[in-house]
């Protein structure tokens, strides 16, 4: 028979990594079954379309899953047809709500029939609805219900799923179900699926800072889903890939894999909200700030579009994290507080499953806002020291060394950002060690420590360099150049004014700033301080030497003659 002979043909192309072609063979398959197997008929077809789904030609699965829905009266059959029209969404979920119950219906009460639909109900409320919470209680649901219909492929899924979004709500029972995930007898199929607990294992490689291994397992995966043909989870663990190499610092990879990533999600239809999140995060650490800043526009407009809430703050993210670089510290926090306000929303219970709260708390701390700086550190530690996240916590340390600095403490500011450097050398995350010398370098600047600064700025440099992460040394390259401006304002003698003697260190730095023309933001970004903190310096030195504006200052401070003729005023 000519549809048996077509069946072998693509069974034979499934196995060589053909799945496109398996498609195609499996839909001729169809076109030439008896009239009188409708059941043939229509199982082909659901095999085509998942066939297509696998070669990431979405649309086409799609038609062909409506096409044997059409015709499918048996509710295992509709069931399937169903599964293959929500698996073709991507992360365009949003779009076919209306699914759902009408799989539901035709499921009644057959665990088997419902054990796949509760899967994919909890990736629904995840990324349509933004709740991990209710999308743990369909996996659980999924990985009971599969159990009782002997369906350990779907088990398997469901348990993968219900250790990702356990790790995320930082339950403590992660680790066992993923245990439980891994456990044997396993389905092949499933270990190299993007989904799978084999994936889930990288994710919880990386949560416990073990670059390498996660790596090796992302690579390990990569290789085999090249030789299945399945687009959708090599582009998935491409993208992923690329931000272990970010960590890793190993900027040049990373843009390579980030970029093979996207080009795989634009040519099969696949979401493209998360390749170009990747593409942002490997751009801002390796590439062009101006491309990284277009890349998380991207991210952030693909991801609405596919009302995906679980790239939508990650896009955020990326775009606050360019903001933070550039020093647009206003604008980052605008962004960053949107990512903390929808993840916490969502569930998060696990800092290292995002890592964006030391670039907020960093963003706040600059910016003035030194409770809410301090308040979300305080939170972060404690979950980062109860899940033992030891990336986190140094972070968190350098982040707390803002907070210091912005309350005038230099020397506990300087002590922080050691201690998360020396805590970041020990850890494979190196641009995070990188940034934290660059951290301690600016505030040997505003101590007016030259010395020190150079030797922090130079570890910085020495790892960035390393790193290729071209926009970090730019900066670094940056500061290098005040702390040359630190040396020749040393070898000029001064005669400050004796009228500032009054002023603290701090308010008489400010002071002296004021002298030379800078602004507030400028002085801000000198001393290593926030805007509130020079106005509050301000205040107070007006205050102490009678003078209304900065002009009076400027004076008074290159003078030691003049004194205000008109009574202070609080002019900022």
Known sequence: ELAAALDEAAVAARRRGAPAEACRLGRLGAEHTPQDDPDGYVNRLLTASEDAIAAGDLPEARQIAHQALAVASEPAQRVRGWLAVIDSAGQALAEFGDIFPR???????????????????????????????????????????????????TEILALAKQAHLAFFLGRP???????????????????????????QRYRHHLLADRLEEARAELRSLIYLV??????????HCLHNLARVEVHRGRCDRALDVARQSLRLAEDSDLSQGPSWFSLALAEAAGGDP???????????????????LLFLPQA??????????AGRDEEAVALLRRVRRSEEAQGLGDPAMRRWHGDLAEALALSGNLDEAAELIEETRARATRLERRVMLAVMDRAAALVAA????????????????????????RLEEGRSWLVLGRLRIAQHDASGARSALREARRVFAHAHARPWLALVTAELDRVRDLDRAAQVPSAPSAALGVLSAMEAKVAGLVAEGATNREI???????????????TRTYRKLGVRSRVDLARLASSPHHLPQDPPADDR
């Open 103 to 153: 799989a539901l219906a035709d499921a009644g009460d057959d665990p088997a029939l419902l054990a796949p639909l509760h899967y994919r109900l909890a990736w629904r409320a995840w990324l349509v609805e933004g709740s991990a919470f209710e999308a743990h209680e369909h996996a659980a649901r999924s990985a009971e219900l599969a159990a009782r219909a002997g369906d350990r492929r």
């Open 173 to 199: 029972d992660a680790e066992r179900t993923l245990a439980r995930a891994l456990s044997s007898p396993q389905d092949p199929r499933v270990m190299v699926d993007h989904n799978g607990p084999a994936f």
């Open 226 to 235: 090249r030789r299945r043909g399945a687009v959708e989870s090599l582009c």
């Open 290 to 308: 101006d491309r990284a800043a277009d890349a998380a526009r991207r991210a952030e407009r693909h991801s609405a579009d596919d009302g995906d």
């Open 316 to 325: 955020w993210y990326a775009a606050g994290h360019v903001h933070l670089m």
């Open 406 to 429: 912005g309350r005038g403490d230099q020397v506990t500011a300087a002590a922080l950002a050691r201690r998360s450097a020396a805590a970041l050398a020990e850890l494979p995350f």
């Open 524 to 538: 801000a970004a000198r001393l290593f301080i926030s805007v509130k903190t020079v106005e509050a310096a301000l």
